[in-house]
């Protein structure tokens, strides 16, 4: 359309009910070369007077499968509410969002705006509407990041144009996967504008299963991480993060405000940003240091990032449609003391140590450390199932099977927990899982030694079949059971595991591959 109106005899362009002068309208269709949305052209903002005060709606998202938008009853001066509205057309059409009745916009503690869906007031009734909550902010909207409220530095307007984020049918999978293990959510934090990545966060309510709210994120995972080249095979480029609170933590618009409810969704938020920031990874057992306290009322100054708690196997990887995976790992804010004795020692020190600490966030918790509250209490809580750290423990049996078969081939992958080797026709693998009963001391595990004709497929091995599967032995089905815990208890599995491997697999291996 642009070049139409270079046209000699162009008199104006007509589109969402408004004629434009041609050359306003070339002008505007200029902001691609910027890698910006042409949102004037596209969209017309529309601006009256009432006995309330200015409103404000969209004419022509309806165009691009969105509902329109208005903003009633402000004091706003005109430029802003037409920017504000121009900033919210822009994230809805650049990352594709459709926005639900009772999430909010905005994500920073000076800028959240409550989203209502109702019939039109600016447009016509029958047609519905998201009314837009407001209220003026300081300066210009599209400044106003969730970043800026958590450090003072500003940032140029081309930095925030292109935020990595989620193809539609990547986000369809991330979202799918995030109502399946964690829970329906019923509200979503949006930003309204993102300096790098997109970063939303589901709100996942208390339920009868689950006594805790559960924040997850949503968008980190779109930027892929600078993961060292000897981890590649585990795919751990892409991830996304969950934090569990209290069910009567405050989450409103007025207590967001306040840093004592805040603090964990900006914990979140510079977790998220901090592969991109520093130009690293994060996965099971790293460390953040917040270098001072999250807020007043508590100690808790770092965190650590675990599998995800209290939910089902499956739910710590996410495959998206390109077959590309997204690890999730939960939050675990510590203390000072705690974050210096996973530094002096590793993070399964430490998570042997907070055993019978929950993982749902209390400012005042007992420390692990010294066992010792903010209130001098004594520690009086129930040990935590011992599924609080099985996936370090999975991953150091499985790094130290692939220490000793590594020579002949296998590789530990952590997203099956399988010890797998390929060879011309088949697929040699050990499979471990527990199978439940857990306590704080020791797990029970099954081990499945297995060989699959090719191609492997991860969710399909538990059909013996001797034409496809000319070994399946399962330990637990022959009465074998192993417990695993402290390091002892790991080592004896270790050698167990080791002594059927050499008894069942490894003969069958040798017999096949001679007939290949």
């Not at 008199?11 to 902001?31: H, I, K, N, Q, W």
């Not at 829970?183 to 990545?197: A, C, M, R, Y």
């Not at 990032?305 to 495959?319: A, F, N, R, W």
């Not at 996973?342 to 140590?353: F, I, P, R």
Request: proline fraction near 5%.
């Amino acid at each position: 359309m642009a070049v139409c109106c270079k046209q000699k005899y162009a008199t104006g362009v007509y589109t969402s009910g408004v004629v434009f002068e041609p050359r306003f309208y070339e002008g505007l269709a200029d902001m691609l070369k910027e890698d910006e949305l042409p949102i004037f052209n596209w969209v017309w903002f529309g601006l009256y007077r009432s006995e309330g005060g200015l409103n404000g709606y969209t004419y022509g998202m309806d165009v691009f499968g969105k509902e329109e938008m208005e903003v009633l009853n402000t004091d706003a001066e005109p430029e802003e509410l037409r920017d504000f509205l121009a900033s919210l057309a822009s994230y809805v059409l650049a990352c594709d969002v459709t926005l639900q009745d009772g999430e909010t916009i905005g994500f920073s503690a000076d800028d959240k705006h409550t989203i209502t869906r109702s019939p039109g007031v600016s447009l016509p009734e029958e047609q519905m509407t998201l009314k837009i909550g407001y209220e003026p902010i300081k300066g210009d909207p599209e400044d106003d990041s969730c970043d800026h409220s958590d450090n003072d530095d500003t940032q140029d307007e081309e930095e925030f144009s292109n935020p990595e984020v989620y193809t539609e049918e990547e986000m369809e999978a991330v979202e799918g996967h995030i109502e399946q293990y964690f829970g329906k959510f019923e509200n979503v934090f949006h930003e309204l504008v993102s300096p790098d990545i997109h970063v939303d966060i589901c709100v996942v309510p208390p339920s009868e299963e689950r006594d805790y709210c559960t924040l997850v994120t949503m968008g980190m995972g779109a930027h892929r991480m600078n993961v060292p080249e000897e981890l590649a095979e585990y795919k751990l480029e892409r991830a996304e993060l969950a934090i569990a609170l209290p069910a009567d933590w405050k989450l409103d618009q007025e207590s967001m405000k306040d840093e004592k409810w805040y603090w964990p969704i900006r914990l979140l938020k510079s977790l998220a940003r901090l592969p991109i920031a520093s130009d690293t990874w994060l996965g099971f057992g790293h460390t953040m240091d917040n270098e001072e306290d999250f807020a007043k009322d508590t100690k808790l100054c770092a965190a650590i990032l675990t599998g995800p708690q209290d939910t089902e196997d499956g739910s710590e990887v996410c495959i998206l449609p390109s077959g590309e995976e997204v690890n999730f790992y939960q939050v675990i804010p510590l203390y000072r003391d705690e974050l210096e004795y996973k530094l002096a020692h590793d993070a399964d020190a430490l998570l042997g140590k907070m055993n019978g600490i929950s993982f749902v966030v209390e400012p005042d918790r007992q420390d692990a450390i010294t066992r010792g509250t903010l209130s001098n209490d004594n520690f009086d809580g129930e040990m935590d199932d011992a599924s609080y750290h099985l996936e370090s423990i999975e991953e150091m049996l499985g790094t130290k099977l692939q220490g000793k078969y590594g020579h002949l081939g296998f590789k530990y992958k952590k997203s099956d927990k399988t010890l797998t080797r390929h060879s011309k026709n088949f697929t040699y693998m050990i499979a471990f899982s527990s199978f439940g009963g857990n306590t704080k001391d020791s797990i029970s595990i099954e081990v499945c030694y297995i060989i699959n004709t090719r191609p492997y497929d991860p969710y399909g091995y538990a059909k013996p079949d001797i034409n496809t599967q000319p070994l399946f032995y399962s330990l637990r089905d022959n009465e074998i059971y192993l417990d695993i815990g402290n390091e002892e208890k790991i080592n004896n599995t270790f050698e167990i595991v080791c002594q059927w491997m050499d008894k069942i697999l490894i003969p069958k291996m040798n017999e096949l591959c001679a007939t290949e």
